[in-house]
């Protein structure tokens, strides 16, 4: 049984700091590419942060470059967000997200998400 738990979040002050946490497990953890999503209210889902398999490669949006890193631990099969000077903006659910493609299917597994809230 496929599971991702994501843990971590919470209410901070602007310019605060969260680290989220997603425990996987159910799947190998290794061969999937890890990213956060976060959906604001009355907003789509959109991708926060991504990290290839290995770890070797990272992207992130725009809004959060130099704010936020993402990182893997392939032992422990988590993945991890570093949120640094948060903003008001970066209030929503956080989701965690596995994917893989293969040729013939593409794989995708998502945790249930975990809030963040930045406010004074």
């Known amino acids: 049984q496929v599971q991702l738990v994501e843990s971590g979040g919470g209410l901070v002050q602007p310019g605060g700091s969260l680290r989220l946490s997603c425990a996987t497990s159910?799947?190998?953890?290794?061969?999937?590419?890890m990213s956060w999503y976060r959906q604001a209210p009355g907003k789509e889902r959109e991708l926060v942060a991504a990290i290839t398999n290995l770890g070797s490669s990272t992207n992130y949006a725009d809004s959060v470059k130099g704010r936020f890193t993402i990182s893997r631990d392939n032992v422990k099969n988590t993945v991890y967000l570093q949120m640094n000077s948060l903003k008001p903006e970066d209030t929503a659910v956080y989701y965690c997200?596995?994917?893989?493609?293969?040729?013939?299917?593409?794989?995708?597994?998502w945790g249930r998400g975990t809030q963040v809230t930045v406010s004074s």
């Open positions: 159910g799947f190998i953890f290794s061969i999937y590419a």
């Open positions: 997200n596995a994917a893989r493609k293969t040729s013939t299917f593409n794989y995708n597994y």
